[in-house]
């Protein structure tokens, strides 16, 4: 891959600065990236100069990272250097890349020594929510030739669907979605139905629905702890479910990713506000054994969000930004507004091209938002 911009990921890197984080001169911006995502750090360093911001760019050197795994030094990997603990303080704008790319080898770490080296996770949000740090977190790190070879795509054709649908104007997603977040924040009960069989219905929880359309909400409390960094490509708006109420079945037509694993052809089955029965054609084993640790609530409908974006088509990885695409989570839901369960298991399916009624009145039908 080279280590030069190309035009379009120059285009999104300006997207990001300007249009997302509005990055203002004078601004201090930290940018972290790995081996595989350094051309498009290289563009936001250039546009976040461009915008008159001062820069520290932040690299992770994927051989390097591998080899304190392999050394069993997780633990060194989860605590972050004072330097960079400074440099987070002293920020305005933080832009992370995912990493690392190696997928194989990824998927094959022992989990106790992944979450060792991911210690570092949560003093991290704790730090940027005090200072009021504004970031985004950037998707196309997750394009990587790993994981475009299990799942029989294009690699560099799913690059470039990410850094298009990046380009999408968050004002239009704002708006787009107020008038869904409206209907979801006055409504009690959601149905959702499909020409594959999916009938399901679902309770609101009466709480706010919240936006995402790509710009970071450091200090707003209508929003969770961690939204201090949007995650770009955007475009949803999500909602609590009651979680005492679910009726029916849905079977999800899109591929679900969650960091450590992923499933395809998803069915959940709910009667009397419980998940009855679930199958899956990919990734059930590990849906099994997650579910199987899972706390008191695992079993219940955690919340539902509606993607936005137009530029999003069965793009992968972006499941729940795709314009009119319905995502069910399973389980917690505490991070939202009137959410109430507190369980420790959380996954999801997807659903795009249903029709989504709201007290019966339709906001979405054939993915197109009404």
């Not at 795509?153 to 649908?165: K, N, P, Q, V």
């Not at 939202?336 to 996954?347: I, Q, S």
């Amino acid at each position: 891959m080279s280590d030069s911009p190309s035009k379009l990921q120059r285009e999104a890197a300006r997207a990001i600065v300007t249009k997302y984080l509005k990055v203002r001169p004078g601004e201090n911006a930290v940018i972290e990236s790995w081996d595989h995502t350094i051309a498009m750090a290289s563009a936001v360093v250039d546009e976040v100069r461009r915008a008159g911001g001062r820069t520290l760019h932040l690299h992770e050197d994927e051989e390097a990272w591998w080899n304190a795994i392999d050394r069993k030094q997780g633990r060194l990997l989860g605590t972050s250097s004072d330097p960079e603990w400074a440099a987070l303080k002293a920020a305005d704008v933080f832009v992370h890349f995912w990493g690392p790319a190696d997928t194989d080898r990824l998927d094959k770490i022992p989990e106790k020594r992944f979450e060792e080296a991911l210690g570092w996770f949560s003093p991290w949000y704790e730090l940027a929510r005090r200072t009021g740090l504004r970031g985004a977190r950037v998707a196309v790190g997750f394009a990587t030739s790993g994981r475009a070879r299990q799942w029989g795509l294009d690699r560099a054709g799913w690059e470039e669907s990410i850094l298009r649908a990046t380009l999408t104007d968050p004002r239009e997603t704002a708006r787009t979605g107020a008038r869904l977040a409206k209907a979801l924040s006055e409504g009690t009960q959601v149905r959702i139905t499909h020409p594959n069989g999916t009938d399901l219905t679902v309770a609101l929880a009466g709480g706010a629905a919240r936006v995402h359309d790509g710009t970071p909400h450091p200090k707003d409390t209508h929003y969770g702890p961690s939204d201090m960094l949007s995650q770009i490509p955007a475009g949803r708006v999500d909602v609590a479910l009651d979680s005492k109420t679910a009726e029916g079945t849905i079977h999800a037509n899109r591929r679900t990713n969650i960091w450590w694993h992923w499933t395809a052809g998803g069915t959940l089955e709910f009667a009397a506000g419980k998940l009855s029965s679930y199958s899956f054609e990919e990734g059930e084993e590990e849906f099994a054994r997650q579910f199987k640790r899972g706390t008191a609530g695992k079993d219940r409908t955690g919340s539902l969000a509606i993607g936005l974006n137009p530029a999003v088509e069965d793009i992968p990885i972006l499941e729940s930004v795709e314009r009119g695409c319905a995502t069910l989570v399973l389980g917690r839901n505490q991070h939202l507004e009137r959410g109430r369960n507190p369980t420790n298991f959380m996954d999801w399916v997807s659903l795009a091209g249903a029709e989504i009624a709201i007290d019966g009145t339709p906001v979405v039908r054939a993915g197109r938002i009404l």
